[in-house]
């Protein structure tokens, strides 16, 4: 009796789920040397631009639709790309010192997704949480995803992460010397 209850719910087992949907979940590893990461921060005299290297990252799928992923960045590989010689290593170093991103204490940023929204055309509405020198922030963003990459621009407060220097939110009479707290990076990952 015991054989035959068992073998009924075997088959009853297989045959419910042989009717229940089948969820195609996809785990794809982000390329971290075909994607990139640029980066612009302004000031009241202009701008710099630059780079920064990936050191990991997923995007995760489920029946071809996104629906995580986290990716980090290699904050020791901050190169600026708009200046030469001793100005562009000036810059560098002083983005890399506890001034800007403090990299020796805090060598990767990390960004992580926790709600992901389907839109028109393969744009996705991401919430994620953003963590740079060790502080941890919500952040809201679409990423356009495509056959084998994901884009997107990120506009960054760097208040919000304890990234002080030359920031009028900390400090006053700054003037023309002033650099403006939002910066952005614009995002490619290749998969």
């Known amino acids: 009796m015991k054989k035959i209850t ?3 719910a075997l088959a009853a087992t297989l045959v419910l789920q042989s009717f229940a949907p089948q969820i195609n979940s996809d785990e794809k590893e982000v390329s971290i040397t075909k994607s990139s990461v640029t980066w ?4 009241v005299t202009g701008s710099h631009t630059g780079t920064i290297a990936l050191k990991s ?5 489920e029946d071809s639709k996104l629906v995580g992923g986290a990716f980090v960045m290699d904050m020791n590989s901050i190169a600026c790309t708009d200046l030469e010689g001793v100005y562009k290593g000036k810059l560098e170093g002083h983005l890399k010192s506890d001034d800007f991103f403090g990299v020796e ?3 990767t940023a990390r960004l992580v ?3 992901v929204t389907a839109g028109d055309k393969g744009v996705y509405t991401v919430k994620g949480d953003l963590t740079i020198k060790g502080k941890t922030n919500s952040i809201l963003f679409d990423l356009t995803v495509n056959e084998h990459n994901a884009t997107t621009t990120l506009k960054i407060n760097r208040a919000k992460y304890d990234v002080k220097y030359g920031s009028t939110s900390f400090f006053e009479g700054l003037k023309d010397k002033a650099i403006y707290d939002e910066f952005d990076l614009q995002v490619n990952l290749e998969f």
Do not use: I
Request: glycine share 12%; aromatic share 16%.
């Open 113 to 115: 997704f926790t709600n």
């Open 105 to 107: 204490n805090n060598p």
């Open 40 to 43: 612009k921060g302004y000031k």
């Open 6 to 8: 068992a073998t009924l």
């Open 57 to 61: 990252g997923s995007l995760s799928f």
